[in-house]
C-alpha cells in the first residue's frame, strides 16, 4: 500500500495504473475510519482492481461553531485498516496542499444543498461538493463509493456528476449500523455510555416509521409526527429535524405512495447524529427493498 500526502504524486500513482488497464475505485473519507467505511472500501476492491481512500478532515464542509478542531483523527489506525482491505493507494494531504492561499472556486448544488441538514448546516455542502469534486479530479477514479448513511451528500453528488459530465460512476453501499442498529459514525466516539445508549433513538424510531408505513399508512406528517414524539420523550435528545421527503427531490412528501425517505438529525447532548431509512408502503415492495441501494444508485448513473 502507498501513503502519499501529495497531489503530484497520487495523480502519478492513478495514472500509472490506469495506463496499465486497471479500473479505478474511490473511497474518500474523512478518516477515523470503521466498518461503515470498511463496506466501501470492501465493495470497491470488489468491483475495481486498484483502490484508492482518501483521508482528509475537510475544513471547507465544517461551520465556524462546528467540530472541526474536535473531528477525531486516527491516522495510524486507518492507514492500518486500509492495508488490511487492501487498499492501493491512501491520499492523505493537508490542508494547504488542498486549499493552497488564493484558493476561491466554490460548487454549489442548489436546492439540494438547502434542505434538510443543509438548513442547519449553512455551506456545509458547498464544501462537501467542492471537495469531492477536486479529489475526482486528482484521482480520476471510474467508480467512486458513498455510503447511504448520508444520503443528502449521497444525492447531491449524484447531481453534481450529471450535472458536470464527470466521468465517474457513483455506487452508494448500505447503512452499516452496530449489533442495537446504531449507524456507525467517527462521530459516535463523542458519545458518554449514556448517550451512547440514547443514541439508538434513531433507528428504533425509523424502524417504527417503516413499520407503521408497512402495516400501510400513507399520511407523511402522521408518521413525521411519530418520530418527532419518539425523539423528543428521549432525554438529552434534542431534535434537529425529521422529515419524509421524496429521495430524489429532497422535499417533503404528504402521502407515502412511493419509496420515501424518513431522514433525521438529532443532538444526543452536543453530539449531532444523523440516520435515515427508506420507507416503501407494501403495494411499492418491488420498486426498492431499503436494505441494499447499490444497485439502484450505481444502475441510475452506469
Ligand atoms: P465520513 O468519513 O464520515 O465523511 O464518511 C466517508 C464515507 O463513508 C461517506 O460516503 C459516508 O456516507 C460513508 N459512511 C460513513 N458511515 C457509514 C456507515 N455507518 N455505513 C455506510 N457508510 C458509511
Known amino acids: 500500500m502507498q501513503l502519499v500526502a501529495t497531489i503530484a504524486d497520487t495523480r502519478k500513482l492513478t495514472q500509472q495504473a490506469r495506463r496499465d488497464g486497471r479500473c479505478i475505485g474511490f473511497v ?17 476492491r470488489r468491483d475495481t482492481d486498484f483502490v484508492v481512500v482518501s483521508i482528509f478532515v475537510n475544513p471547507t464542509q465544517f461551520g465556524p461553531n462546528e467540530d472541526y478542531q474536535r473531528y477525531p483523527r486516527t491516522p495510524e489506525a486507518d492507514w492500518a485498516l486500509c492495508r488490511q482491505e487492501g487498499v492501493d493507494l491512501v491520499f492523505n494531504p493537508s ?10 472556486t ?21 464544501g462537501v461538493a467542492t471537495v469531492v469534486l477536486k479529489l475526482f479530479n486528482i484521482v480520476q477514479p471510474d467508480i467512486a463509493y458513498f455510503g447511504q448513511k448520508d444520503a443528502q451528500q449521497a444525492r447531491i453528488i449524484r447531481q453534481l456528476v450529471r450535472d458536470l459530465n464527470l466521468p465517474v460512476e457513483i455506487r452508494v453501499c448500505p447503512i452499516v449500523r452496530a449489533a442495537d442498529g446504531l449507524a456507525l459514525s467517527s462521530r459516535n466516539a463523542y458519545l458518554t455510555p449514556q448517550e451512547r445508549h440514547r443514541a439508538t433513538v434513531l433507528y428504533r424510531a425509523l424502524q417504527t416509521a417503516q413499520k407503521l408505513v408497512s402495516q400501510g399508512e400513507r399520511d407523511a406528517l402522521l408518521v413525521r409526527q411519530r418520530l418527532v414524539e419518539l425523539i423528543s420523550a428521549t432525554p438529552g435528545a434534542t431534535l434537529d429535524y425529521a422529515e419524509i421527503v421524496d429521495p430524489e427531490t429532497l422535499r417533503p412528501v404528504t402521502q407515502i405512495t412511493q419509496p420515501v425517505l424518513a431522514a433525521l438529525a438529532v443532538r444526543i447532548g452536543s453530539t449531532r447524529l444523523i440516520d435515515n431509512m427508506i420507507l416503501t408502503p407494501p403495494d411499492a415492495e418491488h420498486q426498492m427493498d431499503g436494505t441494499d441501494q447499490s444497485d439502484m444508485e450505481g444502475g441510475r448513473d452506469s
Open 95 to 104: 490542508v494547504e496542499e488542498m486549499y493552497p492561499a488564493g484558493f476561491c
Open 106 to 126: 466554490w460548487v454549489e448544488v442548489t436546492g439540494l444543498q438547502d434542505v434538510l441538514c443543509g438548513r442547519s448546516r449553512p455551506g456545509h455542502f458547498r
Open 28 to 44: 474518500p473519507t474523512m478518516g477515523a475510519l470503521h466498518e461503515g467505511h470498511a463496506s466501501l472500501i470492501r465493495a470497491a
